[in-house]
């Protein structure tokens, strides 16, 4: 392990806090290195087949991360499938006919049980994935902590409100991460997530046609050519699902064009704009700033950051269950 390593799990477990990361029935390095030393492996290779065969799966991946902590927690309710007392997070609007990747999961699970019978939760899966997704696609590694148990239950209601739109204000994105025990810099250095990945024209049309919203922040017209773009792609109506890259510089690679892009006035959603129109006091356009100048940093803060998200309400311990199928409760 190389002194950069060191000082970023070093740092990892400050911010993370030692009672979360050390004793039992909490999350740790190594989890599985005796129960199940292949299960790195076997995500990453699963992984780089899914993202060779799709380049879009990396993003997919990471989204699913993403979507399960920000309901109910890091507990893989996000994969639970309509079954007897049980609606899917799957038929939630922020996830219907939009998140994707269970299918990998799946085989990744699949895999697992072979190697390692009920050993390996579905929760962790998610985590490991999202992880080498970013990888996959040139951008920064981290050291998963593991030990996540799968919940018993899912949250339609929740993932209605708890998963921040795509046309969200500042304010709005700073509360419900807030609400998740994260900061501003979490906010500003996780939303470069969308340096990868697609989002379809529901997504982002109010941000295309609300001409009244970018008059404020374009009085001379600077962006009109993006917008022209765009509207070419989603008209007023119809074409819902036609699919438009996050990142139109770099849209397969994971690098810091996001955040050049939002200095540019191009960023694709309007919850990626508002953190240069609507930050008042200069803080979040800083950050901005600086990971635009510098993508090393914005890596770092992505990497530690991404490791806080996963922490998020895990279930640990005799919490919760390992399924033995990611889709359905254990019967």
């Excluded at 890091?74 to 038929?91: M, P, R, T």
């Amino acid at each position: 392990m190389d002194l950069m390593r060191v000082f970023m799990v070093a740092l990892i477990l400050v911010l993370c806090g030692a009672e979360t990361l050390s004793g039992d029935g909490t999350l740790v390095l190594d989890y599985y290195k005796e129960t199940c030393p292949s299960l790195e492996e076997i995500v990453r290779l699963n992984v780089e087949i899914a993202v060779v065969k799709e380049p879009r799966m990396a993003a997919s991946l990471l989204r699913l991360h993403f979507h399960d902590c920000f309901v109910l927690g890091c507990d893989a309710s996000v994969l639970l499938d309509n079954n007897g007392d049980i609606i899917s997070e799957k038929q939630a609007v922020p996830n219907l006919n939009s998140l994707r990747g269970f299918e990998v999961i799946d085989k990744i699970k699949y895999n697992l049980e072979e190697a390692c019978p009920y050993t390996v939760s579905c929760a962790d899966i998610i985590a490991i994935a999202a992880r080498d997704a970013v990888v996959s696609r040139g951008g920064p590694g981290w050291d998963v902590l593991l030990g996540r148990r799968d919940s018993l239950k899912a949250s339609f209601s929740g993932a209605n409100q708890f998963i921040p739109a795509p046309n969200s204000s500042l304010e709005t994105l700073i509360s419900s991460f807030k609400e998740h025990g994260l900061d501003v810099g979490d906010l500003v250095a996780l939303s470069g997530s969308h340096t990868v990945g697609k989002a379809r024209c529901i997504s982002f049309r109010q941000r295309v046609y609300d001409i009244s919203a970018e008059e404020h922040y374009d009085p001379y017209k600077r962006y009109t050519t993006f917008r022209r773009i765009l509207r070419s792609i989603c008209p007023k109506s119809g074409r819902d699902n036609e699919l438009a890259p996050l990142d139109f510089t770099t849209p397969a690679r994971f690098d810091n064009h996001y955040y050049i892009n939002l200095l540019q006035g191009n960023g694709l959603l309007g919850s990626d704009n508002v953190l240069v129109t609507e930050d008042h006091e200069g803080l979040i356009r800083e950050h901005v700033w600086t990971y635009a100048s510098n993508q090393e940093l914005f890596f770092e803060a992505f990497a530690i950051s991404m490791v806080k998200m996963g922490n998020i309400n895990v279930l640990t311990g005799n919490e919760g269950e390992i399924r033995r199928k990611c889709r359905f409760v254990n019967s």
